[in-house]
């Protein structure tokens, strides 16, 4: 059973920075999947804000280019996201998403139908 939980969300002014971290179990990272982090703000639909493919390609949005980093920790089997250089258009709940096939494109812009499983998210504000 695979089962995502993020943690580490919260409250900064702008320009802080915070890291997202996605706890992964009953999922294995190979053959191409493709593991990301996607944000909701109130009223909007939901966004892709980077992802990570099994063999380290990465693909952010361009809002996020250079602020924000996905990583993966493959001791722990933990998904983060480094978020620097913060800004109230970033408030939003953050989800950790999961991809079972390897055959679509890891990007930001594809299908959140095409992710699996996804965790419950985390709240984060940037207040000004």
């Known amino acids: 059973q695979v089962q995502l939980s993020e943690s580490g969300g919260g409250s900064v002014h702008t320009g802080g920075s915070l890291r997202l971290s996605c706890a992964v179990s009953g999922y294995t990272f190979t053959n191409r999947r493709c593991m990301g982090w996607f944000r909701q703000a109130p009223g909007k639909e939901r966004e892709g804000v980077a992802v990570l493919r099994s063999d380290g390609l990465t693909n952010y949005a361009d809002s996020v280019k250079d602020r924000f980093t996905i990583s993966k920790d493959i001791a722990t089997n933990t998904l983060y996201l480094e978020m620097n250089s913060l800004k109230p258009e970033d408030t939003a709940m953050y989800y950790c998403?999961?991809?079972?096939?390897?055959?679509?494109?890891?990007?930001?812009?594809?299908?959140?139908?095409?992710?699996?499983?996804w965790g419950q998210g985390t709240q984060v504000t940037v207040s000004s």
């Open positions: 998403a999961a991809a079972m096939s390897g055959w679509s494109p890891c990007l930001v812009t594809r299908g959140i139908a095409d992710f699996d499983y």
